[in-house]
T-cell receptor, first 112, second 113 residues
């Protein structure tokens, strides 16, 4: 059974810091990987999608990488801002099972 | 620009009552999913569908039923509600299960008392 671990569970940083969120899968047979942002009381918004043939994706201050051999992904946020405060979830798609497996998220608080 | 629309946003049920959570998407996506999210936990897949007329169980299907008569709609039925079904429910869709982005609705917060 696929288990997804996100570390740390919570993170509080001052504005301007660069930070790294981690995501790991017990079974490295991940076809693609997505990072999501969830604001309180809201649904999930897809931030970055790393396709099976890719190793990383970038969007603005966000960069996500995927190492399939180890089943690990990282989300790098540069120059963090208070508006980045949210919960960040990763999800890996396992092709044979037609489903995404989600981590429980990292709750980020960026202090002004 | 509706995307994925879920109704209702909030609902309180008594034990043993039944209800249907509605989900509709206007992106012509074949893949649709129902998830539940318990506090501090990741999303658990309840049911999914790869196209109209095709549904399959996810990790936690007990106590729920689904149907997919059209590409657009994917309702989730709760029969005989139990306190363990208190959760936030999310519907999502994708144009391709293996390579597509997941688009989520805003969720339904359900309490069973």
């Amino acid at each position: 059974k696929q288990e997804v671990t996100q570390i740390p569970a919570a993170l509080s940083v001052p504005e301007g810091e660069n930070l790294v969120l981690n995501c790991s899968f017990t079974d490295s047979a991940i076809y693609n990987l997505q990072w999501f942002r969830q604001d309180p009381g809201k649904g999930l918004t897809s931030l970055l999608l790393i396709q099976s043939s890719q190793r990383e994706q970038t969007s603005g201050r966000l960069n996500a990488s995927l190492d399939k051999s180890s089943g690990r992904s990282t989300l790098y946020i540069a120059a963090s801002q208070p508006g980045d405060s949210a919960t960040y979830l990763c999800a890996g798609y396992v092709y044979n099972f037609n489903k995404f497996y989600f981590g429980s998220g990292t709750k980020l608080n960026v202090k002004p | 620009n509706a995307g994925v629309t879920q109704t209702p946003k909030f609902r309180i049920l008594k034990i043993g009552q039944s209800m249907t959570l509605q989900c509709a998407q206007d992106m012509n996506h074949n893949y649709m999913y129902w998830y539940r999210q318990d506090p501090g936990m990741g999303l658990k897949l309840i049911y999914y569908s790869v196209g109209a007329g095709i549904t399959d169980k996810g990790e936690v299907p007990n106590g729920y039923n689904v149907s997919r008569s059209t590409t657009e709609d994917f309702p989730l039925r709760l029969e005989l509600a139990a306190p363990s079904q208190t959760s936030v429910y999310f519907c999502a869709s994708s144009d391709s299960g293996s390579s597509g982005k997941l688009f989520f609705g805003s969720g339904t917060q359900l309490s069973v008392l």
